[in-house]
């Protein structure tokens, strides 16, 4: 297994905006890591969404020393549109709930990236018809950015 897209990212390589490769959907946010979150977080919660977690993996380095751009990790969700997809493909729960990364490049630039809905449907199976269960989240990233 590669860990390119990973390393590309801490070292602030821009990674490609579309999941042909990866699965990872890529796209630019008009704000900093911290105000993207925010506007996430709002998004969310206005619609009643479920915010998980914030994992801030930028701060978690510098407890132990370590520098890296901002880098935060939002998981959320709702279990009325995820368990019909778990229930339909139970290894989909290893992405369940949702997530966007929201974290900035080596020049600054600040992305919000996150898994094609599309491609965690083929990696397991799951009917066509459910996708519409997980398809927002491209929308979410778009709105979080602007």
Not at 61 to 82: D, N, Q, R, W
Not at 96 to 113: A, C, H, M, T, Y
Not at 120 to 141: F, S
Request: aromatic share 4%; charged share 20%; glycine share 8%.
């Amino acid at each position: 297994m590669t860990h390119w897209p990973l390393a590309a990212l801490l070292m602030g390589a821009v990674l490609p905006r579309s999941a042909e490769d990866n699965g990872i959907v890529s796209k630019p946010s008009n704000h900093s890591v911290d105000q993207t979150v925010e506007n996430l977080k709002n998004i969310l919660q206005s619609k009643g969404i479920t915010i998980f977690a914030v994992i801030d993996h930028s701060g978690e380095a510098e407890k132990v020393g370590m520098k890296m751009p901002p880098t935060k990790l939002l998981i959320f969700g709702s279990p009325k549109a995820g368990t019909p997809l778990m229930l339909a493909a139970p290894s989909i729960a290893i992405d369940l709930p949702l997530k966007i990364l929201v974290w900035e490049d080596g020049r600054g630039k600040v992305w919000l990236s996150y898994n094609s809905p599309e491609y965690i449907m083929k990696r397991h199976g799951v009917p066509q018809d459910l996708l519409k269960n997980i398809v927002v989240v491209g929308t979410l990233a778009e709105k979080a950015g602007e």
